[in-house]
């Protein structure tokens, strides 16, 4: 380590110790205010993410291209099955490099390639809306399930079906398209959108439904 920034630490360090005071930190409770050690502590934090970034860019792996690197990616994800569902909970599974470091999540969305799988599972489906809205204008191989028992347990929550309100606005890039259905699909306004829109790019449609008449 430099002399110059040996000394820039051991400055750091010793304003520390000045801000918090002696050791004896139980005689001295009355003199602490609570709301500089919160603002201090916080400082802290963003000076050790900020020290991570810093090392984890004089890695190896983190001077290698991008386009590599995106590639290695691509290796972590879960082939295609040969029958589209059930799905493998797995599928999903290579979302976790985004939050191994800053870098790699910078680099891992800014390749739609990555991205262009889409699995909705359900309403509130994280990984369904970051695909289809970081797969740039590439086509889409949609799998979506709207089986009953896969959204029974979200019947009683409110809010928007942002993965199906968004697969409605991209169904122009849809190039596969895989359903998986029970009789209460019919009434998922965004699904009723879906099959009723163009879909210029469509190649493959698969649907697979349990149901009987009424």
Known sequence: MAPTLRLKIDDLAQALFL????????????????EEVAQ?????????????MVNNAT???????????ARIFSFLQVPLPRTPFPLPKAFNSWFSILEVCRYWRIVAL???RLWDHVYIRKRFDDP?????RHSGRLPLKVFYDLTTSNRE???HDSGEDEPSLLLSKAIDRVQELYLQLSGEAWDNQYFT????????KLERLAILGNWKDP
């Open 19 to 34: 801000v918090l005071g002696p050791n004896e930190i139980g005689t001295q409770r009355t003199e602490i205010n609570t």
């Open 40 to 52: 201090l502590e916080k400082q802290l934090w963003l000076a050790l993410a900020r020290t991570r």
């Open 59 to 69: 890695l190896s792996i983190n001077r290698l291209p991008p386009e590599i690197l």
């Open 110 to 112: 800014a390749f739609p």
């Open 128 to 132: 369904a809306t970051m695909s289809i």
């Open 153 to 155: 347990s979200e019947s």
């Open 193 to 200: 959108t879906i099959l009723a829109s163009p879909a210029p």
